[in-house]
Antibody, heavy 118, light 105 residues
């Protein structure tokens, strides 16, 4: 059974860059889409974007100027960078696997709370 | 962008109830609609994909229907472990979610 685990700093200062990595274990990173989803405290789910195993990306238009998603198939990892963060970027960040051309998010990491604060 | 609108936003329920949650897409999405369950402090869990296909291991009291713009999630004989927030979701090169429906006892 595939498992996903987010890692990275839990506290980021305003205007700095949020960086997270998702490590995929128990399965191959090939032939799926890989996603970053976030959830501000007490609010709903927002997709930041996804990346295929070949490196093609789709980004949320509202965040596109600040988001970069990359993949390292040799390490079974994919990563998120979000620049120029503000308090509004405080959220639980999830990584998730998309199957069936990426349309169904069938495996999720446990999520990591990232707080933007000085 | 495709917008997903769920109703109701919250629902007061009792064990044994049959409940229905609706989800409307801003444009037709055929049957490309998924439902997730999220419990507090946990990641969402895929329940139903392609509008009506139950994910492996999900109890049969959960069912989904619909196509085009209007979809429903039904839970029959609600169990205590079903108390959660439910989200609909579509994918059109970007995952967009409904705002969620919170079940409360």
């Amino acid at each position: 059974q595939v498992q996903l685990q987010e890692s990275g700093p839990r506290l980021v200062k305003p205007s700095e860059t949020l960086s997270l990595t998702c490590t995929v274990s128990g399965g191959s990173i090939s032939n799926y889409n890989w996603n970053w989803i976030r959830q501000p405290p007490g609010k709903g789910l927002e997709c930041l974007g996804d990346i295929s195993s070949s490196g093609s990306t789709n980004y949320n238009p509202s965040l596109e100027s600040r988001v970069t998603i990359s993949i390292d198939t040799s390490k079974n990892q994919f990563s998120l960078k979000l620049t120029s963060v503000t308090a509004a970027d405080t959220a639980v960040y999830y990584c998730a696997r998309g199957r069936d051309y990426g349309s169904e998010l069938d495996s999720w990491g446990q999520g990591t709370l990232v707080t933007v604060s000085s | 962008d495709i917008r997903m609108t769920q109703s109701p936003s919250s629902l007061s329920v009792s064990v044994g109830d049959t409940i229905t949650i609706t989800c409307r897409a801003s444009v037709g999405i055929d049957r490309f609609l998924n439902w997730y369950q999220q419990k507090p402090g946990k990641a969402p869990k895929l329940l139903i994909h392609d509008a009506s296909d139950l994910e492996t291991g999900v109890p049969s009291r959960f069912s989904g229907s619909g196509s085009g713009t209007d979809f429903t999630l039904t839970i029959t004989s609600l169990q205590p472990e079903d108390i959660a927030t439910y989200y609909c979701q579509q994918y059109d090169n970007l995952h967009t979610f409904g705002q969620g429906t919170r079940l409360e006892i």
